[in-house]
């Protein structure tokens, strides 16, 4: 059983810049969500996807945005890149459970560290 | 909006001494979980609070859901060096805008001197 997978694991990227940032879910997940997680902070609810959709969202702008494959790897993309967007991307994969499929568990990928210069 | 807090912010041990971490939420929550990250790694899930006053032994890990599903905590009886590294709870709301939404409280670092 693979985990997940995310790419690349450093990147460095200038103000007003793009970013994509890759994630393979775990084997058997169908469900990915991101998190960004910055220097001494807890991981903060990007959005999550579902059946290629978007089914959840935080308190992150519109630039901020995804895609989820038939494969249920998953894209985040970032526009404009600001100095506040340096973090620690992390991107988790989840399985509906039996008693409700909201009581998911995450499994975490390694992250994708961003930094914006 | 929804909001855990967790404390303390650091805590620093003796090895064999025991560690206690407290999480709040500001709203009710379907469930309750707990992450553990090392240094420069991931969240790794520890484990899944469901039920009022629900209490869960791993080993030398406690962890207890409160009476009113707003609060939790994490005790560890006799830290070991590897015990090092930042536990997060992390609370869902089913009743929440957000669906699938985890709240992650600020985490609590632990270090463990031998």
């Known amino acids: 059983e693979t985990g997940v997978t995310q790419s690349p694991t450093h990147l460095i990227k200038t103000r007003g810049q793009q970013v994509t940032l890759r994630c393979s879910s775990q084997s058997g997940h169908n469900t990915v969500s991101w998190y960004q997680q910055a220097l001494g902070q807890g991981p903060q609810f990007i959005f999550q996807?579902?059946?290629?959709?978007?089914?959840g969202r935080g308190n992150f702008p519109p630039r901020f945005s995804g895609l989820q494959f038939p494969n249920y790897s998953s894209e985040l993309n970032v526009n404009a890149l600001e100095l506040d967007d340096s973090a620690l991307y992390l991107c988790?994969?989840?399985?509906?459970?039996?008693?409700?499929?909201?009581?998911?568990?995450?499994?975490f990928g390694a992250g994708s560290r961003l930094t914006v210069l | 909006g929804q909001q855990v807090m967790q404390i303390p912010q650091y805590q620093h041990v003796q090895e064999g001494e025991d560690f206690t971490t407290y999480c709040n939420s500001s709203?009710?929550?379907?469930?309750i979980q707990w992450y553990k990250q090392r240094p420069g790694g991931h969240p790794v899930f520890l484990i899944q609070l469901v039920k009022s006053g629900e209490v869960k032994k791993q080993k030398r890990l406690t962890f207890q859901f409160g009476e009113a599903k707003k609060n939790s905590s994490l005790h560890i009886t006799a830290t070991q060096t590897t015990d090092v590294g930042t536990y997060f709870c992390a609370g869902y709301n089913a009743g929440g805008t957000s669906y699938g939404k985890l709240t992650f409280g600020q985490g609590t670092i632990l270090t463990v001197h031998p």
């Open positions: 996807y579902y059946r290629e959709e978007e089914n």
């Open positions: 709203t009710t929550l379907s469930n």
């Open positions: 988790a994969s989840s399985s509906p459970q039996s008693g409700g499929f909201r009581a998911n568990v995450l499994t």
